[in-house]
Nanobody, 122 residues
Framework: QVQLVESGGGLVQPGGSLRLSCAASGSIFSIYNMGWYRQVPGKQRELVAAIINGVFTNYADSVKGRFTISRDNAKNTWYLQMNSLKSEDTAVYYC????????????????WGQGTQVTVSS
């Protein structure tokens, strides 16, 4: 199994910045995709940013130019740097991974963190 733990959420004023971290642990064979999603009550979870196959990055249009996803492969950790935050960025942010485990390296499973609250408010 793969466990994901997010950190770094909190309350920030509009225009401010936050950095989220997601640390993966467990019997990891390889992590293929890593990303961040967010969800507000009553709405579907939406993609914020992702790194696909360790190379390609993908961002939601609403965060392009403001958010940056990055990774540290040696630590099995990835980050979401969020700048110029707006009230509409308020949500629970979840980290996500598509990974294979040592016990079954040919199967790519999807894993989720527990979520961290980000609130943008004055």
């Amino acid at each position: 199994q793969v466990q994901l733990v997010e950190s770094g959420g909190g309350l920030v004023q509009p225009g401010g910045s936050l950095r989220l971290s997601c640390a993966a642990s467990g019997s990891i064979f390889s992590i293929y995709n890593m990303g961040w999603y967010r969800q507000v009550p009553g709405k579907q979870r939406e993609l914020v940013a992702a790194i696909i196959n360790g190379v390609f990055t993908n961002y939601a249009d609403s965060v392009k130019g403001r958010f940056t996803i990055s990774r540290d492969n040696a630590k099995n950790t990835w980050y979401l740097q969020m700048n110029s935050l707006k009230s509409e960025d308020t949500a629970v942010y979840y980290c996500n991974a598509v990974a294979a485990t040592d016990s079954n390296p040919y199967y790519r499973g999807e894993y989720w963190g527990q979520g961290t609250q980000v609130t943008v408010s004055s």
